[in-house]
């Protein structure tokens, strides 16, 4: 089991969780993985600490060996794009997705542009407890690659099977990766286009904008008198939509169009959808009716794209806006997905609200602090806990309690037909768990 890994990478506050010296020891473990030669690629998102991150990295590279490509400032799908067609050894992307400015982190992509799996990243961990220093006339060289970035634009131009013109569409790049290239696209395709969180502030990013705080997308949406609105994360692997009243619509919802979209023009290749534990059991009753089957992963768009690769599926993804489209691309791409959602609307000449609807059951979600992860998870008392709420339900609802991969928290999901059902089971778990926390303190 990795140590310094979570669901997503590296990832924590600079300077303190994740420092210039491990990021210097990742990059260098992946020069000793390559045997002293090779070509990786780095992008970041707009964080202040990007930069500062980066050079760590590189040198790490360099010292072994390894020639290091500056793509500069783009969405992790960007570069997972730009990996796979220049045949880039790695990719490495430098952010910390929907986390604060304070935080960074390191995803690193394979060859074909997918997250390492767990087995690969304890492999890189293995590295780090011992240094390549190539010698002086063998040491990498750095180049500027940010002009690559007009490949991955026109990638994405050219998913799209229709004009969007005459659609109004707002869109919010959380200050993050997308806020150059996500305008452009939706413009070069038609679209009249408003922005907000487009500055590229990385003080700022995910600050009260994004896929986090659609709230203020909703509120732009309603007061321009847009058709739709598009929100994504820092490094824009995410997609949350705003329908013309507001309203917003989750992951769930968007892959349930899509899939529905998709079958009807021939092209969901196995009739399946991935999604993970947390998929709306709605969305999973509305794919059967229309002879779709859904398969669980577990929560992790890495892990959803593994279990899509197995199951032969062509749309997988997570209720927070990780969606992946396997025709086009093996990971994530928030951009990627809005404009396949816009164009299947236009086409379909429906308004946003009545492409995604759906009967969802009611879900509550509660996070819960903890001071270690595993203990809590392990305790008798949270299991029995578990199974009382279970058996409450008796089977017309479910219950999900994880350790967060990315945070020190316990995350709680309870799932009803009703909401009073489910509201008052996961305050009960919370509770269970901050007298776990307490007593474990006394």
């Known amino acids: 089991?990795?140590?310094?890994?979570?669901?997503?990478?590296?990832?924590?506050?600079?300077?303190?969780?994740?420092?210039?010296?491990?990021?210097?020891?990742?990059?260098?473990?992946?020069?000793?993985?390559?045997?002293?030669?090779?070509?990786?690629?780095?992008?970041?998102?707009?964080?202040?600490?990007?930069?500062?991150?980066?050079?760590?990295?590189?040198?790490?590279?360099?010292?072994?060996?390894?020639?290091?490509y500056l793509a500069k400032v783009l969405p992790t799908a960007g570069l997972a794009y730009l990996t796979k067609t220049f045949k880039f050894d790695y990719g490495i992307v430098i952010t910390a997705s929907h986390n604060p400015a304070e935080y960074n982190g390191i995803k690193i992509l394979s060859s074909n542009g997918e997250k390492l799996q767990d087995k690969e990243e304890e492999k890189v961990e293995r590295g780090f407890i011992k240094t390549r220093f190539n010698q002086?006339?063998?040491?990498?060289?750095?180049?500027?690659?940010?002009?690559?970035?007009?490949?991955?634009?026109?990638?994405?131009?050219?998913?799209?099977?229709?004009?969007?013109?005459?659609?109004?569409?707002?869109?919010?790049?959380?200050?993050?990766?997308?806020?150059?290239?996500?305008?452009?696209?939706f413009r070069q395709l038609g679209a009249k286009v408003y922005t907000t969180g487009c500055k590229g502030d990385g003080e700022r990013i995910n600050h009260g904008c994004g896929s986090l705080h659609p709230e203020r997308l909703a509120s732009r949406v309603v007061k321009l008198g847009a058709d739709l609105g598009f929100a994504f994360d820092g490094d824009a692997d995410r997609l949350l939509a705003v329908d013309s009243k507001g309203q917003i619509i989750d992951g769930d919802r968007i892959i349930l169009a899509l899939a529905k979209s998709y079958k009807k023009e021939g092209e969901l290749y196995g009739n399946s959808v991935v999604g993970t534990?947390?998929?709306?059991?709605?969305?999973?009753?509305?794919?059967?009716?229309?002879?779709?089957k859904l398969f669980r992963a577990d929560v992790g768009d890495k892990y959803v794209a593994s279990l899509m690769s197995k199951q032969g599926s062509f749309l997988g993804g997570e209720q927070s806006g990780h969606i992946i489209i396997k025709k086009f691309l093996n990971t994530g791409d928030g951009i990627?997905?809005?404009?396949?959602?816009?164009?299947?609307?236009?086409?379909?000449?429906?308004?946003?609200?009545?492409?995604?609807?759906?009967?969802?059951?009611?879900?509550?979600?509660?996070?819960?602090?903890?001071?270690?992860?595993?203990?809590?998870?392990?305790?008798?008392?949270l299991s029995l806990a578990i199974s009382n709420a279970q058996q409450e339900l008796a089977g017309l609802g479910r219950v999900l309690v994880r350790a967060s991969g990315t945070e020190p928290k316990i995350r709680i999901m309870v799932e009803s037909e009703k909401l009073w059902v489910s509201q008052n089971l996961a305050n009960y778990l919370c509770e269970v768990i901050t007298s776990i926390e307490q007593s474990e303190a006394d």
């Not at 590296?10 to 491990?22: A, K, P, Q």
């Not at 992946?30 to 002293?36: A, F, P, T, V």
């Open 1 to 68: 089991m990795a140590v310094f890994f979570g669901t997503d990478g590296l990832r924590g506050i600079v300077s303190e969780d994740l420092t210039y010296d491990m990021a210097f020891k990742c990059g260098n473990s992946l020069s000793q993985m390559l045997l002293g030669k090779g070509r990786v690629i780095i992008a970041r998102d707009t964080r202040v600490s990007g930069s500062f991150i980066e050079s760590a990295l590189a040198a790490g590279l360099m010292a072994g060996g390894v020639d290091v």
């Open 136 to 185: 002086s006339l063998d040491v990498g060289k750095s180049f500027d690659a940010s002009n690559l970035r007009e490949n991955y634009i026109d990638f994405l131009l050219g998913t799209a099977d229709t004009s969007l013109e005459g659609l109004k569409i707002v869109l919010d790049c959380s200050n993050g990766a997308s806020y150059k290239i996500a305008p452009r696209v």
């Open 277 to 292: 534990s947390l998929t709306n059991m709605g969305i999973e009753k509305e794919l059967e009716d229309n002879g779709i």
């Open 336 to 381: 990627l997905s809005a404009v396949q959602l816009a164009c299947k609307l236009k086409k379909s000449g429906l308004k946003l609200c009545d492409f995604c609807a759906a009967k969802l059951y009611p879900q509550v979600i509660k996070n819960v602090v903890v001071s270690d992860k595993l203990r809590t998870l392990g305790s008798e008392t």
